[in-house]
Every structure is written in structure tokens, then in C-alpha cells.
């Protein structure tokens, strides 16, 4: 039974999210409180699925999922003269990762978004949308198949903007919700236009098909310009940043908290891209210092753009740019050394791992910052700084999950910002000092910019028209919790998340040829 | 040469499309320039799959084994359905604009920065 759940586990994390999608305005016709149960049995089966799953290809290796063959580790047909032709899944370490960050965020955000939304109308669709997005981010991370990354990758947008436009809030949430889906549609098409190239020129879709056929033609230079814009505009990295903070300060905060997981499957497909379609036959040095200057703007400019602003959430989303840069930078290093066996053994492995660390560090305290403003939204109904003040005395858990945060990010120890952030900032250093030192400024900002922000939500006297303020709700609380939990794990004990996590990801990542064979065989 | 002729077809409306979005300001005319990008870019995976003289692959008596492969067109039809779904969510953000703001015109969609 086990081995059954295993063997079909990249499948079911797929279909699980879809069915519960498309139940959930029926089920809700009965009554609200069985669709609740419902969302929440869906994602944690979801969510097993993941941690089942992840488990296994941490343990065994690469796990490869053939739709619609005889037998799903059945990559390439008998009689199709060795091309594979079917829509595949390739669950190696990295994506297994991914699926768990997808997986738990989605989860802690639920049992939030379960009682925080409560007081919206039309709730069935935005269940759906959920899941929905869920599917998209779970397909983004799996799938070995590029046509099929495009197809995820346009579920995830076209439910993200439904999503972000759902509290209409006079129009404005809408304005965010078309500024970001114009953006995305165009940034999907332009994908399209690259997987086009790729399929003329190899006669292939399969990411390891095309991957062992890499030229690196003009062609192929052409459609990894258009592939790295279109992503990096996705995972909002400047100067293609301008749709993140009117989007992440429009939508519900629940799903702000979800719209980073999805920058960070954008991000993803990004790094799958370079990794491993095309590794080493590119010029790993200018390709490694373009993505390692994007890595630096979005870093400087995020938090620059940060200082000023009087909306707490547009502020978080402006750290999101920046902290986005600094997985950029680790893992822009880890592709400039790329190929240089001596120096990657000696910095640029720890670099890919600090990058990729930093992404699921950055989904659980961004995530938690960016709940526990909805927190304080759901309870006063304001985001602006200026009218806040005093909310200390009054909600006290929310206080110190915001705490715990802002120091997460700040990279404070013994938080998890701190583990990822040291990383990066040795292994940098060792690659060029100037970097480092870029990298540790705009963390000692983001540092200040947080303390202004908590001295202005609840620091000072309670205000007279919070008197009657409550703390937030049990399940938004709890929501909070699970990612304070694995904020705070995560800052006591990294080597083991490390060793466990993080380097079996970096390692298969940047080893395109062991990709290569889980898929086709042999070597 | 004549070969060109689709991708040179696929360039024009690509650049069609693009300007169109950059510089109209009327929403509904943005909508148009991404679906005349987006019919560049069916387009282009109907050209790439194009072979002279090539038959639908079918075995059953067919006449020639000179046929051709259907991922294009499978990739083509799942482009167009994802593309209606992305103008109907567009369309319906056009409603709501103009029912909010009493305007289409993006110059005057500009609450946000304020």
C-alpha cells in the first residue's frame, strides 16, 4: 500500500488539489462549515503527499512519474526509437523541496485563511482558487516537461489573479490584480515563444531530452534571454518589479503569504532552467554575473524602496524584492563557479545552499510576516503605519510573532534568516568581498526598516479608538504558529536541515547528468 | 525563402501585439495586443510543425510514411484555451474597472500610486 502511494505520490499531488478544487462549490452548497472540512482534509492530504513523497526521494534518489504509460518509471516507449513522448514528472531533491514549501506554507495559510476569511461572501470560489493555485505551484516544481511547466505555470497565474482581485476594495484590488495578469500573460507567452524554439530546434519538450541535446546555439541563447526575462519578472526581481508590491498589498494576506511561495516556484523554474537545461554549456560566468546583478538590484533597491513607505504591507512587499536578491545572489555565485570543480568544492556549493536555504527560510517568515499584518488588519482594518500604535497591550501573540519574524529577516540569530544569510555571506565573500558587504548593508537596513515598524504598531500607549481590540481568532493564531515553529527550528539546528535538506537540492541541481540519466537511462 | 514567410508572419505580429500593449491606453486595446501575441505565437508552434507533404498520423492505410509528428498542434490547441481563459479573466477585470472607476483609460487607472 505504501509502496503503491509512493510509486503514484507526483501524480496524486496534483490530482488531490484539482479534485478538491473543482468539489468545492458543490460542497459548499451544503453548508460552509463541511466545505471548511473539506479544504482542510484536501490539503493535508496534500500535504502528506508532499512530506510522503519528499521523504522517499531523500532516501531513494530521483523519482520519475510517466503519465499514461504502461508502467510510470517508463520514460521512454519500447517503440518510439528512445524519445520520450510522454508528459513526464521529475521528482528529484530540489523539486521534492520545493513540494514540502509549497506543501506546509499552504497548509499553515489554510487553517489562517479558514477563519481570517471568514467575513468575505463567495468563499466557495475562493477555495477553489486555492487549490487551485496549490495544483499550479505543485505542477510548476514536478513537472519534467517544459510544455507542461508553461501550462502550470498559466493555472497558477490566471488563480493568483483571481485571487489578488478578490476583495475588489473599490477597484483597487482589481488595478493590482490586471497590472499583474497583463504582466504574467505576456511573461507566459514569451516562455512559449522559447519552448517553441526549443522544440524546432530538438524536436523534444522533455527538459532531460533537450537538456542532453544542448548546443547552446544563438537559438538557444535567444530563448534563455527570453526564458531568464519572463522568470525573473515572475519571481518580481528588479527592474521587473514594479506588479509585487501593488499585488502582494492588494490581495487578502493569506494569499499574499501564497503568492510568495509562487515567486518562489517562478523562481524555481528559473534556476531549473539554467541548471539544468542547460549547465554547463553556457557561459557560466556572464550568465552567473547577470543573474548575480539582478540578485544585487532587487537586494538594494527592495529595501531602499522599503524605508519610506506607510503601508505595512507594501513595505513587507517591498523585503520580499529584496530578500528574493539574496537567493538570487547565492545562487548566481554557485552558477558563476559552475563547471570550476576546485572553487565550487570550495564556495560554490555552500553558495547554492545558502540561496536555496534562503528559499524556504524566506516562504515561512515571510509568510508569517505577512499574516500576522493581515492579523492586525483583521482586527483594526487599516495597513496604514501612521494610524497604528499601541496594539502591544492588546495582542500580545500577534506581537511576538512579528518579532519573531522581523528578526527571521533581519537575520538575527537563533532564527532561520540568520543560518541561510551567514552562508551566503561566506561563501560570497570568498567570491568577491564587495558582494558580501552589499549583502550584509542591506541586511542591517532591512533590520532598521523593522524596528520602525514595530515601534510603530505596538510600541507606545494604547490608542483610544483601539480600546475594545481583541487578539486575533485561535486558527489564525495556530496558522502563525506552524510557521514560527519551523522559523525558530530552522534557526537552532541548520546544519542538520542543511545536510538533510539543502545540500542533497543544491547537489541536484547542479548535477545535470545524474538528470539527465533518471530520466533516459543509462549515462 | 518562402518558407521565411510564416516566421516573418510571426516577427510582424509579435511586434503588432507588443507596441499595441505598450503604448495604447485604452484597456480593451491592451486585451487585443495580447491576443494578437498570443495568435503570433500559436503561430509560430503551428509553423515549427509544418512538413511539405506530410500526412496526419494515421496507420490505417495510410497512403505515405511521411507523416507528421501532432505535438505542435496538441500544444497549439492547449495555448488557445489557455488564452481564452486569460482574455475572459482580463475582460472581467475590464467590467469591473469601468463599473468602479467609470473608466477604461489607464492614464486614469492610477489609484494605487496615490
Known sequence: ?523 | MFWNLPFIAVVALSLIGLATVVTKKNLIKIFLGINIFEAAVNLFLISLGYREGGIAPIFTSAPSTDMVMATPQALTLTSIVIGVATSALLLSFAVIIWKKYGTIDTDQIRRLRE
Open chain 1, 1 to 523: 500500500m505504501n509502496g503503491f502511494l509512493i510509486e503514484h505520490a507526483p501524480a496524486l499531488l496534483i490530482m488531490l488539489p484539482l479534485i478538491g478544487a473543482f468539489a468545492t462549490p458543490f460542497i459548499g452548497r451544503v453548508s460552509p462549515r463541511i466545505r471548511s472540512a473539506w479544504v482542510i482534509l484536501i490539503m493535508t492530504l496534500t500535504t502528506l503527499t508532499a512530506l510522503l513523497l519528499a521523504s522517499d526521494v531523500f532516501l531513494n534518489g530521483t523519482q520519475i512519474y510517466v503519465f499514461g504509460a504502461a508502467n510510470p518509471d517508463l520514460a521512454v516507449p519500447l517503440d518510439s526509437g528512445g524519445i520520450p513522448i510522454r508528459i513526464i514528472f521529475t521528482v528529484d531533491a530540489m523539486s521534492a523541496l520545493m513540494q514540502v514549501i509549497g506543501a506546509i506554507c499552504g497548509f499553515a495559510v489554510l487553517l489562517y485563511s479558514i477563519s481570517a476569511d471568514r467575513i468575505h461572501s463567495g468563499l466557495e470560489s475562493f477555495y477553489t482558487l486555492f487549490l487551485l493555485m496549490i495544483a499550479g505551484i505543485m505542477g510548476m516544481v514536478s513537472t519534467g516537461d517544459l510544455f507542461n511547466f508553461f501550462v502550470f505555470l498559466e493555472i497558477l497565474s490566471i488563480a493568483s489573479a483571481g485571487l489578488i482581485a478578490y476583495r475588489i476594495d473599490g477597484g483597487l484590488a482589481v488595478e493590482a490584480a490586471l497590472k499583474y495578469f497583463v504582466l504574467s500573460t505576456i511573461g507566459a507567452m514569451v516562455i512559449l515563444v522559447a519552448i517553441g524554439i526549443y522544440y524546432g530546434e530538438y524536436n523534444a519538450l522533455n527538459i532531460a531530452m533537450i537538456a542532453s541535446r544542448m548546443q547552446f546555439t544563438l537559438l538557444d541563447q535567444i530563448a534563455l534571454v527570453l526564458i531568464i526575462a519572463a522568470l525573473a519578472m515572475k519571481c518580481g526581481s528588479v527592474p521587473m518589479h514594479f506588479w509585487t508590491p501593488d499585488a502582494y498589498s492588494m490581495a487578502p494576506s493569506s494569499i499574499t503569504a501564497m503568492l510568495v511561495v509562487a515567486s518562489q516556484a517562478s523562481l524555481y523554474g528559473l534556476f531549473r532552467v539554467v541548471f539544468t537545461l542547460y549547465n554547463v554549456t553556457l557561459n557560466a560566468m556572464t550568465v552567473g554575473w547577470i543573474i548575480i546583478i539582478l540578485g544585487v538590484l532587487s537586494m538594494v533597491v527592495g529595501v531602499t524602496m522599503a524605508i519610506p513607505q506607510k503601508n505595512v504591507k507594501r513595505l513587507m512587499a517591498y523585503h520580499a524584492i529584496s530578500q528574493t536578491g539574496y537567493m538570487l545572489l547565492g545562487v548566481g555565485v554557485g552558477l558563476a563557479v559552475l563547471g570550476n570543480q576546485p572553487l565550487m568544492d570550495s564556495f560554490g556549493y555552500i553558495a547554492m545552499e545558502g540561496g536555496i536555504f534562503h528559499i524556504i527560510n524566506h516562504a515561512m517568515y515571510k509568510g508569517l510576516l505577512f499574516l500576522t499584518a493581515g492579523a492586525i488588519f483583521f482586527r483594526i482594518g487599516t495597513y496604514n503605519l501612521n494610524r497604528m500604535g499601541g496594539l502591544g497591550h492588546s495582542m500580545k501573540y500577534t506581537m511576538i510573532f512579528f518579532i519573531i519574524g522581523a528578526l527571521a529577516i533581519a537575520g538575527i540569530p537563533p532564527f532561520n534568516g540568520f543560518a541561510s544569510k551567514l552562508m551566503i555571506y561566506e561563501s560570497v565573500f570568498a567570491f568577491n568581498p564587495v558582494l558580501a558587504v552589499i549583502a550584509m548593508v542591506v541586511s542591517i537596513l532591512t533590520l532598521a526598516s523593522f524596528v520602525k515598524v514595530f515601534h510603530s504598531i505596538f510600541m507606545g500607549p494604547k490608542l483610544p479608538e483601539y480600546e475594545t481590540v481583541q487578539e486575533a481568532p485561535a486558527p489564525m493564531l495556530i496558522g502563525m504558529a506552524v510557521l514560527a515553529a519551523i522559523v525558530i527550528l530552522f534557526g537552532l539546528f541548520p546544519q542538520a536541515v542543511v545536510d538533510g535538506l539543502i545540500a542533497p537540492a543544491a547537489h541536484a541541481l547542479s548535477d545535470q547528468s545524474g538528470y539527465i540519466a533518471a530520466v533516459l537511462g543509462g549515462a
